[in-house]
């Protein structure tokens, strides 16, 4: 088996990507990031889904991205909108793909991996800059000129399936090939047991997509 590090947040999307790279052969690592992120609960859905899906290891790297802000999910003084809005939302954190990324790019040369799985979708999604194919396209070609194991022969390949899949395509995709989503927390502001609010945009999109795919929706709400 082939090794592939996969970023993994603890939500939907996440979870079906792991599930995708493990049923294409790959012995999965799991990289999940403790920014100080508002929906913390993430954190223990992605040990969860890493446990159930048969990950080879799961490990939460601690980067406080509060120390800049800027984002509702990085900065409590910023709210959670809870109804949608033009334009990027506050939800974006700055360079948080780019981060998470490039900690991955880390951790698979030291695997002496050539794959890199990541969930971004830009079909329904909040309109993040870095959830577009040109940011990962562009972000591979970056990786294949800064490692050492490019330069020897080796390149990295990084793989988002999902990123032209609707919602309900994804639920599809994951229930065929058993991902339980009541284990998995999306809720940008999710209590701490992973309970979500129904309205912020990532609970909107979640539920649009269980309705779309005829699919129940586990999730816990409050």
Avoid at 100 to 129: K, T
Avoid at 158 to 179: D, F, M, N, T, Y
């Amino acid at each position: 088996m082939k090794n592939a590090v996969v970023l993994l947040s603890g939500g939907l999307d996440s979870a079906t990507t792991l599930a995708m790279a493990r049923s294409e052969g790959f012995d999965c690592y799991c990289l999940s990031l403790d920014y100080g992120q508002r929906h913390r609960s993430e954190l223990a859905a992605a040990a969860r889904v890493a446990e159930a899906l048969g990950a080879s290891a799961q490990r939460t790297l601690k980067l406080d991205l509060t120390v800049f802000g800027g984002s509702a999910l990085t900065d409590a003084s910023i709210e959670v909108p809870s109804a949608p809005a033009s334009g990027i939302p506050v939800t974006y954190v700055p360079a948080r793909n780019t981060i998470m990324l490039s900690l991955a790019m880390a951790w698979a040369e030291v695997l002496q991996s050539r794959d890199i799985f990541i969930g971004a979708n830009a079909v329904d999604y909040s309109g993040y800059p870095d959830c577009r194919p040109e940011y990962i396209a562009a972000f591979q070609d970056m990786a294949n000129l800064a490692t050492k194991a490019a330069l020897e022969g080796n390149p990295t390949t990084i793989h988002a399936p999902l990123i032209h899949l609707s919602k309900a395509e994804i639920i599809r995709q994951g229930i065929a090939l058993g991902v339980d989503y009541a284990l998995t927390v999306s809720c940008y502001q999710a209590d701490a047991q992973g309970r979500a609010c129904g309205r912020c945009d990532s609970c909107r999109l979640r539920k649009a997509g269980f309705e779309q795919a005829g699919v129940p929706d586990p999730t816990p709400y409050l």
